[in-house]
């Protein structure tokens, strides 16, 4: 069965840090360019980062370049988002999703990926 599962999520006062974990189940993710995306509420979804299939390339949203970190571990097949310097404009649900293809390319469009995590929620508040 093929899954990701997000999980780190939770409440977390401005400029504090979390670090989102996305496992994934019934495929092999080296072979999947990773997104994280998420969606506010009331807001339309934004692609967050991304990270190519070979590691090559990753791209970030404007508003979180410089402060989230995007990587994978091929050997536990899951990837992660280490967020940083947390704002209240960054509460939202969270999503991972995965790609196939060869391309050494990435893309934020959430349109273009096959799979899915059910999100997990991260909240910044004092």
């Known amino acids: 069965q093929v899954q990701l599962v997000e999980s780190g999520g939770g409440l977390v006062q401005p400029g504090g840090s979390l670090r989102l974990s996305c496992a994934a189940s019934g495929f092999n993710l080296d072979y999947y360019a990773i997104g994280w995306l998420r969606q506010a509420p009331g807001k339309e979804r934004e692609g967050v980062s991304c990270?190519?299939?070979?590691?090559?390339?990753?791209y970030y949203a404007d508003s979180v370049k410089g402060r989230f970190t995007i990587s994978r571990d091929n050997a536990d097949n899951t990837a992660y988002l280490k967020m940083d310097s947390l704002k209240p404009e960054d509460t939202a649900v969270y999503y991972c999703a995965a790609k196939f293809g060869l391309s050494r390319s990435c893309t934020l469009n959430g349109g273009e990926y096959h799979y899915w995590g059910q999100g997990t929620q991260v909240t910044v508040s004092r």
């Open positions: 990270l190519s299939r070979d590691d090559s390339n990753t």
